[in-house]
Structure formats: structure tokens, C-alpha cells
Nanobody, 122 residues
Framework: QVQLVESGGGLVQAGGSLRLSCAASGRTFSSYAMGWFRQAPGKEREFVAAISWSAGNTYYADSVKGRFTCSRDNAKNTVYLQMNSLKPEDTAVYYC???????????????WGQGTQVTVSS
């Protein structure tokens, strides 16, 4: 069982930066791939980024590639999403999730956090 708690969301102007954190409980955190997803009002949840259990591989949606960086610290049971050059279209609730293998698909994730709101003003 893995419990996930996101933090770091907030209101930022376009062009600004935020760093989201996702703290995990459970001794097996380091064995899970971790992902970030987001859901804007009236839209489906979409993949943002993912990182393998060893941090050897990272994956990004085309819409965030070059602006967002996903990293993890297994000693701290924490995964991060550094978001730079934010745009109004990045406004959404951001969720972290844990999966037993690397995947872009939300159905592949076993555990989810409660989400943190990111709002980017123009």
C-alpha cells in the first residue's frame, strides 16, 4: 500500500515557475514508477510526466516537454515536478500516482494522491 500526498500548487503568473512535490508513505516507494497527471475543468485527466523507479528514465507529454522536469529522491520517498515557463493552459489539478511499471496510461497506476491545484494567470 502506498499513500501519496501532493503539495506545492498555487497561483502563478504566466511565465512563472512552481515545483510540485509528492510525498509517499510505504517502504516500497522505490520500487514504483511514478507519474504526474492533470485534469482541467471539463476535460479528461491527461498524462503529464513519469519517471522510472530508478530515475533512469523520464517521460513527458509533448505539451510540457522542455518546460517541466520530473525527478525523484527515493531516500526521501518523494517525487517532484518542476514546472517552468508556465502557461494559462497548464491550469489544472495535478495528481501524482504510483505504478508497478513505466506507463503513460492512467489505468496502469495503482495509487493516486488527492491532487493539488495549479492556476496560471495570463
Amino acid at each position: 500500500q502506498v499513500q501519496l500526498v501532493e503539495s506545492g500548487g498555487g497561483l502563478v503568473q504566466a511565465g512563472g515557475s512552481l515545483r510540485l512535490s509528492c510525498a509517499a508513505s510505504g517502504r516500497t516507494f522505490s520500487s514504483y514508477a511514478m507519474g504526474w497527471f492533470r485534469q482541467a475543468p471539463g476535460k479528461e485527466r491527461e498524462f503529464v510526466a513519469a519517471i522510472s523507479w530508478s530515475a533512469g528514465n523520464t517521460y513527458y507529454a509533448d505539451s510540457v516537454k522542455g518546460r517541466f522536469t520530473c525527478s525523484r529522491d527515493n531516500a526521501k520517498n518523494t517525487v517532484y515536478l518542476q514546472m517552468n515557463s508556465l502557461k494559462p493552459e497548464d491550469t489544472a489539478v495535478y495528481y501524482c500516482a504510483a505504478a508497478r511499471f513505466d506507463t503513460y496510461y492512467s489505468s496502469g497506476y495503482d495509487y493516486w494522491g488527492q491532487g493539488t491545484q495549479v492556476t496560471v494567470s495570463s
